[in-house]
């Protein structure tokens, strides 16, 4: 069974840092492309961040370009999604994604909802100002 399970969402203060981790299991983690997106209340699932599954490259959202970091630990199957100078824009709920296929190169749509087959459950982050 694929399972994806995403954890460390909270209620934080404008301007702090928080960190959301997603560990995988039943997936060859270290072939897929994997990526975070947000839904806020009201919006659309927007895309976050994507790493490929060589790690080499990283993709944002451009609302979050120079503030929120992902990576990825192979050894653990595990995505990182590091989150800092938090505003009140920031509050969605949080979903881990992994790509539908293995090895992308070419094609790779990491923006897309539609790339990825394997979706967590969300977690919540909630920043207060």
């Known amino acids: 069974q694929v399972q994806l399970v995403e954890s460390g969402g909270g209620l934080v203060q404008a301007g702090s840092s928080l960190t959301l981790s997603c560990t995988t299991s039943?997936?060859?983690?270290?072939?897929?492309?994997m990526a975070w997106f947000r839904q806020a209340p009201g919006k659309e699932r927007d895309f976050v961040a994507g790493?490929?599954?060589?790690?080499?490259?990283?993709k944002y959202g451009d609302s979050v370009k120079g503030r929120f970091t992902i990576s990825r630990e192979n050894a653990k199957n595990t995505v990182t999604l590091q989150m800092n100078s938090l505003n009140s824009e920031d509050s969605a709920v949080y979903y881990c994604?992994?790509?539908?296929?293995?090895?992308?190169?070419?094609?790779?749509?990491?923006?897309?909802?539609?790339?990825?087959?394997?979706w967590g459950q969300g977690t919540q982050v909630t920043v207060s100002s």
């Open positions: 039943g997936i060859p983690f270290g072939l897929h492309s």
């Open positions: 790493i490929s599954w060589t790690g080499v490259l990283t």
């Open positions: 994604a992994a790509d539908r296929t293995v090895r992308v190169e070419d094609g790779y749509r990491y923006w897309a909802q539609d790339e990825y087959r394997y």
